[in-house]
């Protein structure tokens, strides 16, 4: 039933622009998970490290025949040859946001290495706050990424607010990190 869900994710993922175009399917290998990994100096990281790495490398310097999907519970990784998923900590979730001023794109699971967003290396003020109890679990000021996004792991299971501003202006989305929940915020607004 996941991998059902994986993959029509998958398949919005293409069509929405947030992912390159499909090539074909990977077909099996005899290639081991750790050959897989070193192949893109991804070895030795387990799944939070490789999103953290993957997320905030240069754009220029994203490996371009390597597809890798954030999910609820697991990371995707697969290129022309192979495919390796890697689970995600159960109480933690990964929601990677990119705010903008003027143009987004469609997304629901993040694509590590194609996502593109607006706002690249600039300065941000993010609050990311639990609905239930009014916790905050985010309070920081931090810089985008690269590729105009900024990761965070947060607690699983919850229904939230992110409220970002930059520049004078603010924006605001709702979230959950629940297996419905998506993994790539790119509607929050900045006004």
Not at 112 to 137: F, K, R, Y
Request: charged letters at 20%; hydrophobic letters at 40%; proline letters at 4%.
């Amino acid at each position: 039933m996941k991998r059902v869900a994986i993959a029509a994710a998958t398949l919005s993922l293409v069509l929405a622009g947030c992912a390159p175009a499909a090539d074909a399917e990977p077909s099996p290998s005899t290639d081991s998970q750790a050959e897989f990994l070193a192949t893109y100096d991804l070895d030795d990281m387990d799944a939070v490290e490789i999103i953290d790495h993957l997320d905030q490398l240069e754009t220029a310097d994203r490996p371009a025949d390597l597809i890798a999907s954030v999910y609820p519970d697991e990371l995707v990784l697969t290129d022309n040859r192979q495919e390796v998923v890697l689970d995600l900590p159960q109480n933690l979730s990964y929601v990677s946001i990119a705010p903008y001023v003027e143009q987004t794109h469609d997304c629901f699971y993040h694509s590590l290495t194609t996502c593109q967003g607006e706002l690249s290396n600039a300065t941000v003020d993010v609050e990311i706050t639990d609905s239930t109890t009014g916790d905050v679990v985010v309070d920081e000021q931090v810089a985008t990424f690269d590729n105009g996004f900024v990761g965070f792991w947060v607690p699983s299971d919850i229904d939230g607010t992110i409220e970002i501003s930059y520049d004078g202006r603010t924006g605001a989305s709702d979230f959950t990190t629940t297996d419905e929940g998506a993994t790539c915020i790119t509607d929050l607004q900045l006004t």
